[in-house]
């Protein structure tokens, strides 16, 4: 009796097991997104709408594209989204987003945000201006 209770309580842990292993590698995509240049996909475009999505996260959509890019706590980290929206809605923007295996279809992270001539957001350590 009491070896059936071992056995049973046996394989319903290897079973939870072998679902949250299932979980973090197909769900989840176990592993941190690489952040760094290198790992970085540059998207220009015009800002068709701005929303706050996940957890206090600045959501971004361009014109012409159903993928959406994200400031990962953007809202609890300085950005306002009304201010955002008259800043950049309608406005081309040039995006970098940080390439991830859980979205091969782009889009996600991003990395950097450039307006015009100037870097609105970044991830990247930026060099100090040097005096020439």
Known sequence: MIKNIILWSIG???ALLMIFLFY?????KAGPVNL???????VTGIVDSLYEGGVKD?????????????????LENGFDLKNTKSQLLN?????????????????????QLKYQD???????????????
């Open 12 to 14: 319903i842990l290897c």
């Open 24 to 28: 973090l590698f197909v769900i989840v």
């Open 36 to 42: 760094s240049k290198d790992n970085s996909v540059e």
């Open 58 to 74: 600045l959501v971004f959509k361009l014109k012409k594209s159903e993928t959406t890019y994200y400031i990962n706590r953007a």
């Open 91 to 111: 406005k081309q923007v040039t995006i970098w987003y940080a390439k991830h295996r859980s979205r091969p279809d782009g889009g996600g992270h991003m990395v």
């Open 118 to 132: 100037s870097i609105y957001y970044t991830e990247w350590k930026l060099p100090l201006a040097s005096k020439n």
